[in-house]
């Protein structure tokens, strides 16, 4: 049983998705859903990882909920993910589809790695005998989303579906989610926050998602004038653009997006650290205190501060439903005292199953059933969660988006003209960081910008250069990131 497909019968001709081709219902989403199972089951693809590539919209859901259906995994692959990118996920998942919207076969059509591919038209044609699906077990894999950690390259972090329903239900009580609502998606589907927070929660509720492929702010503006949206669910680096947008308009366009802002019922900032300015400008912007939370790919949402009462600036609220919650010492003790910073850890039925084909990174990422998050928090004799930043330096968070410093400077070293580099965020006003990176090499930037760009998708390149002789070390030979950020003075 999957809980989010089966509540859609229930909506029935309610309105699901509204992408750029067209509105579409629930019993649509449904019955397109259960044919591309029958195509999967038709072709015998059962329990596997499928990657499936689609811009944000109807088709996108339509075959994620297929895979489901056909009790295999979804694997999401994003339009700015490179071939070089999208060749290490078969690699890394062992999938053996990829269902790839025809407007993308760019991405897909010089692939090293061997794997079948059909497009959604070819899925639905796709007539069969049988027309039986599985009986997908709660404990079943059912999202795998690919995350940045500390070492080299993205894990694969499998939820099942009994943990995707959980984390569901939690935002779904806490932020009230009811089928009057309507929220506007423009971000990626390939990460958490657009696919569970926004695109899980609407469908599982029976409210409206729109859709649109990616963030564009007049865009935004134009919809959330309409008056019809109730929520919108953003990163900082989108509300910082929103307010630079709204800062060009004149009296007349200010006033009717304000307008239209005043039927909303919730906006809320996640997956980075929201800066004080955006929130304060914000509130005069829109009427709306943004309900700033937290999460991470591997545990879902797991703070929220209040939909009703006081939305504290600066952090997380309070623990959210069927989230537990502690902050830790070293030896991973709980530590009591209010404003004493410790790593924060979490359980409960919405954690993650595992790193896919990692056990040990999976045991090593837990101390007695906790997850250790990598983040550093305190917590206020109140009871709020404040995040202070994270224990590694090498974990960037540039746009909302979690990148690897050590998987950047990775590819940096496959280049023939490079014998070391260091990568290093710096901070930012848009992005919150950005990414830069110290080489020792015979290459000119333009030359590197050039060939980094087959390499990774755009939001992993580095934006900031520093060419050098040699790297700022100590006597272990070990690279002084603190010290290289004093290079980009
Ligand atoms: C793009 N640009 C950057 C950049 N990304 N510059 C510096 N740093 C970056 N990270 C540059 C481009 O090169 C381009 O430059 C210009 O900015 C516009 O690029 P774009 O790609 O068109 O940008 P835009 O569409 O505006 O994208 C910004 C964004 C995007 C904020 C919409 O980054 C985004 O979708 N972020 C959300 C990521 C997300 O969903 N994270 C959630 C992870 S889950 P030029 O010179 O060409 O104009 C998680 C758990 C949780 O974290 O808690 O939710
Ligand atoms: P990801 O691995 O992409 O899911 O990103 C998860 C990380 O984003 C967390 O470990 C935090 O470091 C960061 N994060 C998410 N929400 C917030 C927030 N509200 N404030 C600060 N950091 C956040």
């Not at 919209?57 to 009790?71: D, E, N, T």
């Not at 290490?88 to 025809?102: Q, R």
């Not at 309409?226 to 366009?253: C, D, R, W």
């Not at 950005?434 to 030359?447: K, P």
């Amino acid at each position: 049983m999957i809980p989010i497909v089966q509540n859609s019968s229930e909506f029935g001709d309610a309105t699901a998705i509204i992408d750029n081709s067209g509105t579409y219902t629930y019993n649509h989403l449904r019955q397109q859903a259960l044919i591309i199972a029958h195509a999967l089951e038709g072709r015998k693809i059962a329990a596997q990882p499928v990657l499936y590539l689609f811009p944000s919209g109807f088709q996108y859901v339509a075959v994620q909920w297929g895979i489901w259906l056909s009790g295999n995994m979804a694997v999401p692959v994003h339009t700015a993910h490179t071939p070089h990118e999208i060749d290490y996920f078969i690699e890394d998942s062992g999938a053996t589809l990829l269902i790839c919207d025809k407007t993308l076969k760019h991405l897909t059509t010089h692939l090293k790695n061997n794997i079948v591919q059909a497009d959604f038209e070819e899925l639905i044609q796709e007539s069969h005998h049988n027309k039986r699906i599985p009986r997908v077990k709660p404990e079943s894999n059912a999202l795998m989303i690919y995350t940045s950690g500390t070492t080299g390259k993205p894990k694969g972090v499998v939820i099942s579906h009994e943990q995707l329903d959980t984390q569901i239900r939690s935002l779904s009580k806490a932020w009230e989610w009811k089928s009057s609502d309507r929220i506007l998606n423009v971000l990626p589907m390939h990460h958490v926050h657009g696919v569970v927070n926004i695109t899980c929660c609407a469908l599982y509720n029976g409210a409206t998602v729109e859709m649109q492929p990616q963030f564009d702010a007049a865009c935004v503006a134009e919809r959330m004038a309409s008056g019809q949206l109730t929520l919108f669910m953003a990163v900082p680096t989108i509300y910082h653009k929103l307010i630079q947008h709204f800062e060009k308009l004149n009296n007349e366009e200010r006033h009717q997006w304000q307008h239209g802002m005043k039927s909303m019922r919730l906006m809320v900032s996640g997956s980075a650290a929201l800066p004080m300015p955006t929130l304060a400008r914000w509130k005069v912007v829109s009427g709306h205190t943004l309900l700033e939370r937290y999460g991470m790919t591997e545990i879902g949402m797991a703070l929220s501060n209040p939909l009703h009462g006081e939305r504290r600036a600066g952090t997380v609220g309070f623990p959210l439903p069927f989230v537990e919650v502690k902050i830790a010492d070293e030896s991973g003790n709980e530590i009591k005292d209010a404003g004493t910073p410790g790593e924060l850890y979490v359980k409960g039925k919405t954690v993650f199953k595992q790193y896919w084909n990692k056990p040990e990174e999976t045991a090593n990422a837990f101390v007695d059933g906790w997850f250790k998050t990598g983040d550093v928090a305190e917590k206020s004799s109140d009871g709020y969660f404040k995040i202070l930043g994270r224990k590694s330096s090498d974990i960037i968070k540039s746009g909302g988006y979690k990148i690897s410093a050590l998987e950047i400077e990775n590819v940096l070293l496959s280049h023939e003209r490079i014998s070391e580099c260091a990568v290093i965020a710096l901070p930012d006003v848009v992005w919150g960081e950005t990414i830069a990176a110290a080489i020792v090499g015979n290459v000119l930037q333009s030359e590197l910008t050039e060939w980094l760009r087959d390499k990774m998708a755009g939001y992993k390149q580095p934006r900031h250069f520093v060419f050098v002789k040699q790297l700022p070390r100590n006597a272990m030979g070990k690279i002084l990131k603190p010290e290289v950020r004093n290079l980009f003075k």
